[in-house]
T-cell receptor
């Protein structure tokens, strides 16, 4: 089966700095990866996704990097703002279906 | 606005009681999913359905049941056989289909279930 984990349960950054949240996955057959942001008491909100035929994808202030060799992906947030404070989850999908396997989440705290 | 609606937001269950959580989507998505989230943990898959009248067990299906009679609706019943039902329950939906690559799952805002 698939195991997805995040390296750090909490991350504290100063407002304006860049944030990097890391994630590792175990199944080399995983071909779809996705990052979610979850605020307290709410459902996860889609941030960005990437397929295994890419190693980098950019969105608005966010970049996802995928390293299939070491089965690692990261989420970079540029110029982190207080509104970015939340729990961030990575998830991976094996190529056999559509179910996502989620990591445990990293809590990002942005300080002024 | 298109989205996923979960109700109720808070639900309390008595011992030995079955309770049903509602999930409705107007995104015209074929696939729907139920996840359970415990404090400080990631999401674990309970059941999912890729098409009407069909569904599959996820990793933690014991003590739960679902139905998919309509494309828009995927209710989850937490039965009395689920001995530790206190959790945050999240419903999601996504596009699927032949030739369609993985698409993001979109989530509702959850139902928090507690035991009385």
């Amino acid at each position: 089966g698939e195991s997805v984990g995040l390296h750090l349960p909490t991350l504290s950054v100063q407002e304006g700095d860049n944030s990097i949240i890391n994630c590792a996955y175990s199944n080399s057959a995983s071909d779809y990866f996705i990052w979610y942001k979850q605020e307290s008491g709410k459902g996860p909100q889609f941030i960005i996704d990437i397929r295994s035929n890419m190693d980098k994808r950019q969105g608005q202030r966010v970049t996802v990097l995928l390293n299939k060799t070491v089965k690692h992906l990261s989420l970079q947030i540029a110029a982190t703002q207080p509104g970015d404070s939340a729990v961030y989850f990575c998830a991976a999908s094996p190529n056999s279906g559509y179910a996502l396997n989620f990591g445990k989440g990293t809590s990002l705290l942005v300080t002024p | 606005d298109g989205g996923i609606t979960q109700s109720p937001k808070y639900l309390f269950r008595k011992e030995g009681q079955n309770v049903t959580l509602s999930c409705e989507q107007n995104l015209n998505h074929d696939a729907m999913y139920w996840y359970r989230q415990d404090p400080g943990q990631g999401l674990r898959l309970i059941y999912y359905s890729q098409i009407v009248n069909d569904f599959q067990k996820g990793d933690i299906a014991e003590g739960y049941s679902v139905s998919r009679e309509k494309k828009e609706s995927f209710p989850l019943t937490v039965t009395s056989a689920q001995k530790n039902p206190t959790a945050f329950y999240l419903c999601a939906s996504s596009m699927v289909g032949a030739g369609v690559l993985n698409q993001p799952q979109h989530f509702g805002d959850g139902t928090r279930l507690s035991i009385l």
